[in-house]
């Protein structure tokens, strides 16, 4: 079945560091693809997502690209805030017609001043 | 606009009690889930809703019922608690068909912490 991998966390930088959070997924066909995030004591939000094969999303300076050659959707920010202090989700809803997500395990970031 | 509402916010619970918790929509979405999650597990789907009057199972129903009588409405139901089914529990909803490809958004609630002892 449908499946998500992301990095196993907590990962902890400091502000306006460069940050990469890796996900991986397997899936059958083209699934949608997805990050979210989930703020202290929030539910989970949409932070970006794509649809097709070299999609770019884009939000909040937050980036992740679709690539169908290695199964990827990895998250990038290039200068991180306190504020982005968080756990964030990767996620996949598959072609089959299904409207439900797959999440991922999440990885939770914390950002130091 | 309040979105999904979920109730109640935390709960602590003995083990053998029946638990309703209540999640309501405002936005006419047309499909609802119930999630849980916990520390290393991530986000686990329970039941799911595709539209009033239909419900599925996801990954972990065993132990929770649910039902969906309107649009809005989709209450989650511990029938006997078990000090497993600790966690945190999110409703979420979206809008898209089977055949809208480019939504497939989920607006989550605030979640609900039970504890079962």
């Known amino acids: 079945g449908d499946s998500v991998t992301q990095m196993e966390g907590p990962v902890t930088l400091s502000e306006e560091a460069f940050l990469t959070i890796n996900c991986t997924y397997t899936?059958?066909?083209?699934?949608?693809l997805f990050w979210y995030v989930q703020y202290p004591g929030e539910g989970l939000q949409l932070l970006l997502k794509?649809?097709?094969?070299?999609d770019k999303g884009s939000n909040k300076g937050f980036e992740a690209t679709y690539r169908k050659e290695t199964t990827s959707f990895h998250l990038e920010k290039g200068s991180v805030q306190v504020s982005d202090s968080a756990v964030y989700f990767c996620a996949l809803r598959g072609r089959s017609g299904s409207e439900k997500l797959v999440f991922g395990k999440g990885t939770k970031l914390t950002v130091n001043p | 606009i309040a979105g999904i509402t979920q109730a109640p916010t935390s709960q602590i619970l003995a083990a053998g009690r029946r638990m309703t918790l209540r999640c309501t929509q405002d936005?006419?979405?047309?499909?609802m889930y119930w999630y849980r999650q916990d520390l290393g597990l991530g986000l686990r789907l329970i039941h799911y809703s595709n539209t009033a009057g239909t419900t599925g199972k996801g990954e972990v129903p065993d132990g929770y019922s649910v039902s969906r009588a309107n649009t809005d409405d989709f209450p989650l139901t511990l029938a006997s608690a078990v000090p497993s089914q600790t966690s945190v529990y999110f409703c979420?909803?979206?809008?898209?068909?089977?055949?809208?490809?480019?939504?497939?958004?989920?607006?989550f609630g605030e979640g609900s912490r039970l504890t079962v002892l």
């Open positions: 979420a909803s979206s809008y898209s068909t089977y055949r809208d490809t480019n939504t497939g958004e989920l607006f």
């Open positions: 936005m006419r979405h047309n499909a």
């Open positions: 899936a059958t066909g083209y699934p949608s």
């Open positions: 794509a649809t097709k094969a070299d």
